[in-house]
């Protein structure tokens, strides 16, 4: 299928500000490939299942022993409940915001920069109004960071899983050089333009991952230490870190929107027993069982991807590193598509129309080796998961959504909803400050040591 483009107006600020007319951008690869099924393709509330999991399931899960290690068993445990009772609900209000905004502006579909965009726009306050362009572009520049950040984490989780089975055959060999590797077939990779060509990869990726997660469950379940040996609760210095690792893994609020726009029945969406509540149960229930028996099992020796962990030179473990390195190995494609799209509309507008092409292509060039120099240099995969999720998960998980409810409903906001939102928001805040100064403050201290 081809991938819809919508040009980025600005808005000027007037008193009729210009909203949307239709959907644009990308929150989420699977989103991109979602968000143009026709009127005849509609999918199924158990298709619409299947890719919030497939949405939510990738490194982050693999995170969330090193995650629990950081909070410990049951506040670690009791805190994964309410982050997802959070993240679950600015799910929700970004759903009911964007049905509001579709109603008051005649427009069957928004993508999340829509959202926040056209909130602003069709502010009854000619103050708020002005802010349009900048909402989006600031909901734009945290979508490319959080893409980024994934293809970051992807280049470490793949090389680091290639040294420690390849190094146990054939000697030890440093895993920049396995990040070197597979620098040329992903210049390959990322050099598809079409997402269309990138549906088969994306189905073999998302089979892949699920494979690897059942042999990962195969091995944690066996030999399990009492709950006794493991610590209740961590240092309060480690808190900032648990709250990036797990905000990582719940940041999948870019797919909510196209997969409702997708749906033949969209108002299944929402309601307790609705899809959305359903599947991001199923979730949360995964990442609590792998954070869970991941840190009973292994405890403070737990790394930041729980394959690491796996018996080194078994078969079966060997077969899951290998897997699940081949399935995120393709998922970089797809992640890497989004900041592309919202780019390169921008870098076109400086180009002539002849070298467009060429630009795209230097554009991925300079992308790809920009998250492998940042890989290469920042080889601690627990703490670049926990700076991505500071940094930009909490911006698009928590602080958007409350800010969306609260310009939406502009007079109509009662104290209650500006009181939760302005919690939502101060906590996505505090664990953007806090999360982001202690991962980079490691990062430096690893650097120095």
């Known amino acids: 299928m081809e991938v819809e483009k919508e040009s980025r107006s600005a808005n000027d600020g007037s008193d009729k500000p210009k909203v949307p007319s239709g959907a644009e951008g990308l929150e989420d690869s699977e989103a991109q490939q979602l968000q143009n099924v026709g009127k005849d393709h509609k999918i199924s509330n158990t298709d619409t299942i299947i890719h919030m999991l497939k949405g939510n399931i990738g490194t982050g899960i693999l995170a969330m022993p090193d995650a629990i290690k950081n909070s410990g068993l049951v506040v670690g445990n009791l805190g994964l409940v309410l982050m997802a009772t959070i993240c679950v609900h600015c799910m929700h209000i970004l759903v009911n915001s964007s049905q509001e905004l579709c109603r008051r502006t005649n427009v069957p579909f928004l993508t999340y920069s829509d959202v926040m965009s056209t909130c602003f726009a069709t502010s009854n306050s000619h103050r708020i109004r002005k802010f349009s362009n900048i909402a989006r572009i600031t909901i734009d520049v945290f979508l490319c960071i959080t893409q980024l950040g994934f293809c970051c984490v992807y280049f470490v989780f793949v090389s680091q899983n290639l040294q420690q089975v390849l190094n146990h055959y054939f000697g030890e060999v440093d895993y920049r050089v396995y990040m070197a590797i597979t620098l040329l077939p992903m210049l390959f990779l990322v050099s598809i333009r079409n997402l269309k060509y990138l549906s088969p990869v994306s189905m073999l990726a998302n089979l892949l991952q699920f494979v690897g997660l059942g042999i990962i469950f195969y091995y944690l379940l066996q030999d399990i230490p009492l709950v006794s040996e493991r610590k209740v609760f961590a240092t309060w210095g480690q808190l900032p870190l648990y709250f990036g690792t797990a905000i990582y893994a719940f940041e999948g609020i870019g797919i909510v929107l196209p997969l409702e726009n997708s749906m033949k029945n969209p108002g299944d969406m929402k309601g307790w027993n609705g899809v959305l509540n359903t599947s991001m149960t199923i979730v949360s229930c995964l990442y609590i069982a792998v954070g869970f028996f991941g840190y009973l099992k292994y405890g403070e020796a737990v790394t930041g991807s729980?394959?690491?962990?796996?018996?080194?030179?078994?078969?079966?473990?060997?077969?899951?590193?290998?897997?699940?390195?081949?399935?995120?190995?393709?998922?970089?494609?797809?992640?890497?598509?989004?900041?592309?799209?919202?780019?390169?509309?921008?870098?076109?507008t400086w180009i002539s129309e002849h070298n467009h092409l060429k630009a795209e292509y230097l554009l991925r060039l300079f992308l790809v080796l920009l998250t492998f120099g940042l890989a290469a240099a920042i080889p601690k995969l627990d703490l670049f998961i926990s700076l991505v999720g500071s940094v930009s998960s909490s911006t698009l998980a928590l602080m958007a959504p409350a800010i969306i409810e609260i310009v939406t409903k502009g007079d109509d906001c009662s104290r209650w909803m500006m009181a939760k939102n302005i919690l939502i928001f101060s906590f996505g805040f505090l664990g953007f400050i806090t999360g982001s100064y202690v991962s980079v403050k490691n990062i430096i201290d690893s650097f120095v040591n």
């Open 306 to 348: 729980i394959t690491l962990n796996l018996p080194v030179g078994e078969i079966l473990a060997t077969v899951v590193k290998l897997v699940m390195s081949l399935a995120i190995f393709f998922s970089y494609a797809l992640q890497f598509y989004v900041p592309v799209d919202i780019i390169n509309p921008y870098l076109q």
